[in-house]
């Protein structure tokens, strides 16, 4: 017991977690438990948590979309008349789903104090062009408005670096979101 606890704390793991589930079960391994929870979920006797997608790659995009939008200060009719427009065409979303999801991600927004558990998600999960995209996309609702503000200059280039985006696809994505702002519909 005292070597797995070592290892588990050399992941960064908190050995007494797993003691603790050991405890409530005794005479069985984390193995063993592992093994009976996915038994159960396979066999419709557990609902399997579904907190992953409750939170994926779609809420991750609308979170920072909505960030940029408040960055002036103000949340403009147009601005989220764009982050509808977006995210529908980006992830094939209904109206319904659509205000479900800005909803959703309005909420994440006022109570997260930082990026990271945006970008990380979709860093992980798209290619460099899909990520020089959700620059442009990020550049398209900081324009709706009709003024580039600085902070939301500032937040663009910011989570263009934290996403991995190389600073010439950030200036074409801009310049392609530029030149939309500019055409008339």
Known sequence: MALQRSCL???GRSPYMYEARLQRHPGSDLGTLMLDRL???LTGREVPQLHAVQDGLDLAVA?????????????ADA?????????AKRFSLSHEDVQTLVAGAHRKVEYSAQY?????????ELSCEERAE?????????????VLDPHED????????????????????????????????
Do not use: C
């Open 116 to 124: 990271f558990p945006f970008t990380s998600r979709i860093t992980r």
């Open 79 to 87: 601005e989220r008349t764009m982050i509808e427009r977006l995210l």
């Open 63 to 75: 979170a920072l979309l909505i960030e940029a939008a408040r960055m002036d200060s103000t949340f």
């Open 39 to 41: 038994l159960n979920v």
């Open 9 to 11: 704390a050399m992941r």
């Open 134 to 146: 959700i620059i442009e996309m990020l550049w398209r609702v900081a324009y709706a408005d009709g």
């Open 154 to 185: 500032m937040l663009i280039r910011q989570i263009a670096g934290l996403i991995h985006v190389p600073d010439r696809e950030r200036g074409l994505a801009r310049q392609r979101a530029l030149s939309e702002a500019k055409s008339p519909d």
